[in-house]
């Protein structure tokens, strides 16, 4: 690398990579895809840039500034329009409001990395209680036995699936836990380290608006300013069901200690291994029916990334 290209700013680079994928995205649209005329005399290909900026609601020259890299402040609002003008895919969206600098102010709804593969692994752990979290919490795939854990979990809305809203808030998961305090000491310790790396995004806010609003609880620990890392140790839960379980937590991270990760549940002793087949037993005896309880592929999913920015 030159010495030049070394002092470019960073703030460059990511303009001069954003002005290039906003042209590439638009050459590659068709006039017809959004509802335009193609005209005889179209000479560019696909969409021209005063297309675009129709289709975005914002001026023509602010727009073409934009591809030519100049140095505009861009807000996530019209970044928004800018991608559903452009079509863009959830990949791409995100690659937009990374090279912008900007946070999605809609994030989307698709639960991301938990694959087929996943979902068959959450069943063949059963009657072991496994699920797949990220690190806000939000439970985006779990398995039968999981789900009748603490609480009937399929009863629960997907906005609401969230390990922190679930301790502070439903009362058959608080009942489930022995040492309650003890929990909501340690998981808002917790999501305070997760959270200082996610301060902006609207998604973590939203969730700690809504605790802070419906726990009393919640917020007297956050004021505490507490801070503890990721751990593995025994819990002892109390299933309405079957009655004590004493389990070994163990969290598998998918990627980055900081993102998703599936969490297991191994008996530590015979009792418990025996109480985990009763549960299993008694979910296999439910009736098939209705709208929380039909079998999808051995575990459930709800779609949470970003959802709980909503609730």
Excluded at 158 to 167: F, H, T
Excluded at 168 to 184: G, I, K, Q
Excluded at 215 to 229: D, K, L, Y
Aim: proline letters at 7%; a neutral charge.
């Amino acid at each position: 690398m030159t010495t030049a290209a070394a002092q470019v700013p960073e703030t460059d680079i990511r303009r001069h990579e954003l002005a290039g994928f906003l042209r590439s995205r638009r050459e590659r649209i068709t006039p017809e895809q959004v509802g335009l005329p193609r005209g005889r005399r179209r000479r560019t290909p696909g969409l021209r840039r005063e297309e675009v900026a129709q289709l975005s609601a914002v001026g023509v020259t602010w727009y073409t500034w934009l591809e030519q890299a100049r140095d505009i402040q861009v807000s996530p609002q019209v970044l928004d329009s800018l991608a559903r003008a452009l079509l863009l895919d959830r990949s791409e969206r995100t690659h937009l409001f990374s090279l912008a600098g900007a946070v999605d102010p809609a994030p989307g709804s698709d639960c991301t990395g938990v694959t087929p593969a996943f979902h068959e692994m959450l069943r063949r752990l059963e009657p072991f209680p496994a699920c797949i979290q990220n690190s806000r919490y939000d439970i985006l795939a779990y398995n039968r036995t999981y789900g009748r854990l603490l609480c009937d979990l399929d009863a629960v809305a997907p906005e609401d699936r969230n390990c922190l809203l679930l301790a502070y808030n439903n009362e058959d998961w608080r009942a489930s836990v022995v040492d309650l305090p003890a929990m909501h000491r340690v998981m808002a310790a917790k999501f305070r380290a997760s959270m200082a790396e996610h301060l902006a995004e609207p998604a973590w806010k939203a969730l700690l608006r809504r605790l802070e609003a419906t726990s009393p609880e919640f917020g007297e620990i956050w004021a505490r300013h507490e801070v503890v890392g990721p751990s593995n140790r025994t819990k002892i839960f109390r299933n309405a069901r079957v009655g004590l379980l004493r389990l070994d937590h163990t969290d598998l991270w998918l990627g980055p200690s900081a993102g998703p990760r599936m969490v297991t549940y191994v008996p530590s002793d015979e009792e418990s291994r025996l109480g985990l087949e009763r549960l299993m037993a008694s979910v296999l005896a439910e009736p098939q029916a209705g709208p929380h309880s039909e079998p999808l592929a051995g575990s459930r999913t709800t779609a949470l990334t970003g959802s709980v920015a909503e609730a």
